[in-house]
C-alpha cells in the first residue's frame, strides 16, 4: 500500500498524548461493506452500506474503490455525470486516475494525491484510468467520499483542490509504531492541506503489528473509522476489526486504533482512515448524484441537468467526429 510512506518514522513530528482526563471514545457499532461496481464496471466496498446517515453527518457516502490489479485492457472509470449539492473526496492509495469537470478542473492523481471537488450549485465530473494504464493494467486502489454541504453552501460556485501527496502532513505516534498522514482537518495542532466548508478531518494511519494510536478528536465531531486492509481493534473497549469494516465511536475527545499482532502476509500492518466532522442537522433529499435538502430541490436538480444548466462538457474532452469505415481502411493499409 504505498501511498505516502517513511523508511524511518522515528523522524517525524509526534502526535500529542493523551491529557490526563481524556476520554477514549467507545465503539458503538461495527459494519461489513458490500461489494459492489461502480461506473464501468470497477469494484468497490460500500464503507458506509448499514449505517444509519445521524451517525454519519457530515459524511453521506464512501467506496473503496479495489484494491484489485488489472490485467491489461481491464482498467475502468466512469462517464461524465453531473453533481450538485455536497463535496467529492478521492484519495488514490494506489495506481493512477485522470479527472476533468465542466469548470476546468481536473489532473491525474496517484500514489497519496487527493482530489477534492466541490461541486456546489451544479457540476459534470469524469474519473478514468490514464489510457497508458489500460494498455499495461496494474494495481488501482483508493477511496471516494462524500462530505454534504450545509443549506448556506449548497449552492456555492464549484471549486476545486488537487492536494498532492508530499502536502499531506506526516506524524508518528509517540513510539514511532504508527505512521498517520492528515488530509484534512487538525490532529493535535496539525493542520492538512485540505480546505473545507464544513468543519472535519480526514487521516489515513497505518499501525503496525502490536501497535496503539491514541489520535485527539474534536469532541463536537463524529468519529469514523474505515478499514483499508489489516486486523486490528478499536476504541477504549477494543471492538475487533478488519479490512472492509466500518466502526462508529461514541462521544470523547480520543479515537483509539491498535494493530493486531499477527497480520496476513499481504497485509503486513492495519491501515485505517479516520473520518470525523461536525454534524449539520439537516433535512437530506439524496438521490444518485444530488444530495439536497428536499425532494424538490432533487426534481430540480435533474431538470437543471436535463437541460444542460450545470455545464457542459470541454470541447477538449468531446469525442472525435466519426471517420468513414473505409477512410479508417485506407488509412490502416488494409
Not at 138 to 144: A, P
Not at 199 to 204: E, G, L, N, S, Y
Not at 244 to 255: H, I, M, R
Not at 297 to 315: H, K, N, T, W, Y
Request: proline share 9%; charged share 20%; hydrophobic share 40%.
Amino acid at each position: 500500500m504505498p501511498a505516502v510512506t517513511v523508511e524511518d518514522t522515528t523522524t517525524l513530528p509526534r502526535v500529542p498524548l493523551p491529557a490526563p482526563r481524556t476520554v477514549r471514545r467507545r465503539t458503538r457499532s461495527v459494519t461489513t461493506a458490500p461489494s459492489g461496481f461502480e461506473g464501468e464496471g470497477f469494484p468497490v466496498r460500500r464503507a458506509f452500506a448499514g449505517v444509519d446517515l445521524r451517525d454519519l453527518d457530515p459524511f453521506i457516502h464512501m467506496d473503496q474503490m479495489g484494491e484489485v490489479e488489472y490485467a491489461p485492457g481491464e482498467p475502468k472509470g466512469t462517464s461524465w455525470h453531473p453533481h450538485r449539492g455536497f463535496e467529492t473526496v478521492t484519495y488514490i492509495i494506489d495506481g493512477t486516475f485522470e479527472h476533468a469537470d465542466s469548470h476546468g478542473g481536473g489532473g491525474t492523481i496517484s500514489n497519496g494525491d487527493t482530489q477534492w471537488m466541490t461541486a456546489g450549485g451544479g457540476v459534470l465530473h469524469i474519473e478514468r484510468p490514464p489510457e497508458a494504464l489500460v494498455v499495461s493494467g496494474g494495481v488501482f486502489h483508493g477511496l471516494q467520499l462524500w462530505v454534504n454541504l450545509p443549506r448556506a453552501q449548497k449552492w456555492v460556485e464549484p471549486r476545486y483542490q488537487d492536494l498532492r501527496a508530499r502536502e499531506s502532513v506526516l506524524l508518528a505516534s509517540p513510539d514511532a509504531g504508527a505512521l498517520v498522514r492528515v488530509i484534512a482537518g487538525d490532529v493535535g495542532g496539525h493542520t492538512g492541506p485540505g480546505s473545507t466548508y464544513t468543519p472535519m478531518a480526514m487521516v489515513h494511519a497505518t499501525v503496525a503489528p502490536g501497535a496503539s494510536l491514541d489520535l485527539p478528536w474534536r469532541p463536537d465531531f463524529n468519529a469514523l473509522v474505515y478499514v483499508l486492509s489489516g486486523a486490528g481493534s478499536v476504541g477504549i473497549d477494543g471492538a475487533p476489526v478488519r479490512t472492509g469494516q466500518l466502526a462508529v465511536l461514541g462521544p470523547g475527545d480520543t479515537v483509539t486504533v491498535r494493530g493486531a499482532v499477527h497480520q496476513e502476509s499481504r497485509t503486513p500492518a492495519l491501515d485505517v482512515v479516520v473520518l470525523g466532522g461536525l454534524p449539520i442537522r439537516e433535512p437530506i433529499a439524496m438521490y444518485g448524484p444530488f444530495v439536497m435538502n428536499s425532494r424538490q430541490e432533487v426534481v430540480q436538480a435533474f431538470d437543471d441537468f436535463r437541460a444542460g444548466r450545470l455545464g457542459s462538457i470541454p470541447a477538449v474532452h468531446l469525442p472525435s467526429p466519426a471517420v468513414p469505415h473505409a477512410a479508417v481502411r485506407g488509412e490502416s493499409g488494409q
